[in-house]
């Protein structure tokens, strides 16, 4: 099946905000001297670092930060909570970032969290989680488990509502989220009280969306999904297991979702079959597909209108579902 063309289908400001990426990596390729190959783990992580530093430059102001590290299962974990006002105990959004589970970390979606918290009224609690190759599945989502808990014990001498915790993240961190949501599900029913899931790749191996959407735009092309897949997984680690696949877990009884695909992503129809799924469980969900853009979108705020907006949606929903005692 051949690849949509997709650029008719992008906003002016999208494709400006690609125009700015372009600049970036070539000036980041110009100070290294090449391009770092596709499969080069630190050069890639120093071109999406270099990439989100613009990115997150401006945004809302925070009443204050609080930056500290907890006990995790690989040694220290570090968390940082934006409070957008001075008001405790606030309510709580942990939020995972996304990356592939190779990139990423609390300073690369800093801007994404302020604008939530700003956007809700709620604290939001950023995870450094542990990232492949180096600490492969299912480290990062021992960590998010972990997080999780250490929050409910200890989140109130915090000024955190630990009574009224949400999760969320985008792309990989949207994964990280659902998985989360399904162990607390059965471990702690009631802990959780929503999930915010920007554009996650919930564990289809192959899609319609997959084989229309990719490519050097949004780094996910076959290859570069393949890759992130590789460095997630440790050699040898076939053994299944539904943290991996988790459209074939049961969604009932799960807390509402916010599901927010994007239109030409190749991850759109793992989206939407956890809408579907939603609806045959009667699992309350805001879904929303954005279009004009691309996966990674919500970093482009500064630029891009959609951005805003889509973060703005998921601020409403955690107002609605998280917010009210």
Same mark, same amino acid.
């Given at each position: 099946?051949?690849?949509?063309?997709?650029?008719?289908?992008?906003?002016?400001?999208?494709?400006?905000?690609?125009?700015? &990426?372009?600049?970036?990596?070539?000036?980041?390729?110009?100070?290294?001297?090449?391009?770092?190959?596709?499969?080069?783990?630190?050069?890639?992580?120093?071109?999406? +670092?270099?990439?989100?530093?613009?990115?997150? &430059?401006? !945004?809302?102001?925070?009443?204050?930060?609080?930056?500290?590290?907890?006990?995790?299962?690989? !040694?220290?974990?570090?968390?940082?909570? /934006?409070?957008?006002?001075? &008001?405790? $105990?606030?309510?709580?959004?942990?939020?995972?970032?996304?990356?592939?589970?190779?990139?990423?970390?609390?300073?690369?979606?800093?801007?994404?969290?302020?604008?939530?918290?700003?956007?809700?009224?709620?604290?939001?609690?950023?995870?450094?989680?542990?990232?492949?190759?180096?600490?492969?599945?299912?480290?990062?989502? &021992?960590?998010?488990?972990?997080?999780?808990?250490? *929050?409910?014990? +200890?989140?109130?001498?915090?000024?955190?509502?630990?009574?009224?915790?949400?999760?969320?993240?985008?792309?990989?961190?949207?994964?990280?989220?659902?998985?989360? =949501?399904?162990?607390?599900?059965?471990? #702690?029913?009631?802990?959780?009280?929503?999930?915010?899931?920007?554009?996650?790749?919930?564990?289809?191996?192959?899609?319609?969306?997959?084989?229309?959407?990719?490519?050097?735009?949004?780094?996910?092309?076959?290859?570069?999904?393949?890759?992130?897949?590789?460095?997630? @997984?440790?050699?040898?680690?076939?053994?299944?297991?539904?943290?991996?696949? *988790? =459209?074939?877990?049961?969604?009932?009884?799960?807390?509402?979702?916010?599901?927010? $695909?994007?239109?030409?992503?190749?991850?759109?129809?793992?989206?939407?079959?956890?809408?579907?799924?939603?609806?045959?469980?009667?699992?309350?969900?805001?879904?929303?597909?954005?279009?004009?853009?691309?996966?990674?979108?919500?970093?482009?705020? #500064? @630029?891009?209108?959609?951005? #805003?907006?889509?973060?703005? @949606?998921?601020?409403?929903?955690?107002? #609605? /579902?998280?917010?009210?005692?």
């Amino acid at each position: 099946m051949a690849r949509v063309d997709i650029t008719s289908r992008l906003s002016d400001q999208l494709k400006d905000a690609l125009a700015e &990426e372009e600049r970036i990596a070539a000036s980041v390729v110009a100070e290294i001297g090449e391009k770092p190959a596709a499969d080069d783990v630190a050069g890639q992580r120093r071109l999406y +670092n270099a990439n989100r530093a613009f990115w997150n &430059e401006g !945004g809302p102001a925070m009443a204050d930060r609080v930056d500290l590290t907890i006990d995790g299962p690989g !040694g220290d974990l570090p968390l940082r909570i /934006h409070y957008p006002s001075d &008001e405790r $105990p606030l309510p709580a959004l942990i939020f995972l970032h996304g990356g592939g589970w190779v990139l990423g970390n609390l300073d690369t979606h800093d801007r994404i969290m302020r604008q939530l918290a700003a956007d809700s009224g709620l604290a939001v609690v950023g995870v450094d989680y542990r990232l492949a190759p180096e600490a492969p599945f299912p480290c990062a989502n &021992e960590d998010a488990a972990v997080a999780v808990h250490w *929050l409910a014990e +200890n989140g109130a001498s915090l000024g955190l509502d630990v009574d009224r915790l949400a999760i969320g993240g985008d792309s990989a961190g949207a994964a990280l989220s659902l998985g989360t =949501l399904h162990h607390f599900k059965d471990e #702690r029913p009631g802990q959780l009280k929503a999930g915010l899931l920007y554009y996650g790749a919930f564990g289809l191996k192959d899609s319609r969306s997959r084989r229309l959407f990719g490519g050097a735009e949004d780094g996910l092309s076959a290859e570069s999904l393949a890759f992130f897949r590789d460095c997630l @997984m440790a050699p040898g680690a076939a053994k299944p297991d539904w943290r991996l696949d *988790l =459209l074939s877990r049961d969604v009932s009884g799960l807390p509402p979702l916010f599901i927010g $695909p994007v239109e030409c992503d190749p991850l759109r129809d793992d989206s939407d079959a956890l809408s579907e799924l939603c609806v045959d469980a009667g699992v309350p969900h805001d879904y929303h597909l954005f279009k004009g853009v691309l996966h990674g979108f919500l970093h482009m705020s #500064r @630029m891009v209108d959609t951005s #805003r907006e889509a973060l703005a @949606m998921g601020g409403d929903f955690l107002r #609605r /579902h998280v917010a009210p005692l």
